[in-house]
């Protein structure tokens, strides 16, 4: 069972960057496409807003307009991990922001594209924007 752990949420201003890990202790992440959702507060789990994805193969593919040019997502395979960096943060942005993974060939240029099509959840990691 895939157990996926997000870490380096937090209190920022708005401009400021935060970088979100998502991490996984047994199993390779290389296997998997790995989403970002984020969910707003008062928000249902099914209105979790994908923000973006990157594949076995290495592309990313981004779901969310309001975060295009500000929001990226690399991995970091010499350590297991998979991020998120939040640049040029904004009061909108506040969220809780889950990490997803859902299986994949390797080397595929997949990625799934609703909350629905991944099978394994992290438990989120808070992201607070405010002066």
């Known amino acids: 069972q895939l157990r996926l752990v997000e870490s380096g949420g937090g209190l920022a201003q708005p401009g400021e960057s935060l970088t979100l890990s998502c991490t996984e202790s047994?199993?390779?992440?290389?296997?998997?496409?790995i989403g970002w959702f984020r969910q707003a507060p008062g928000k249902e789990r099914k209105e979790r807003m994908g923000?973006?994805?990157?594949?076995?193969?290495?592309?990313?593919?981004n779901f969310e307009d309001s975060v295009k040019g500000r929001f990226t997502v690399s991995r970091d395979s010499a350590n297991n991990t998979v991020y998120l960096h939040l640049n040029n943060l904004q009061s909108e942005d506040t969220a809780l922001y889950y990490c997803?993974?859902?299986?994949?060939?390797?080397?595929?240029?997949?990625?799934?594209?609703?909350?629905?099509?991944?099978?394994?959840w992290g438990q989120g990691t808070q992201v607070t924007v405010s002066e």
């Open positions: 997803a993974a859902q299986p994949a060939a390797r080397g595929s240029s997949w990625c799934p594209r609703q909350y629905f099509e991944f099978d394994y």
């Open positions: 047994t199993f390779r992440l290389e296997n998997y496409a």
């Open positions: 923000l973006l994805c990157i594949s076995t193969g290495g592309g990313t593919t």
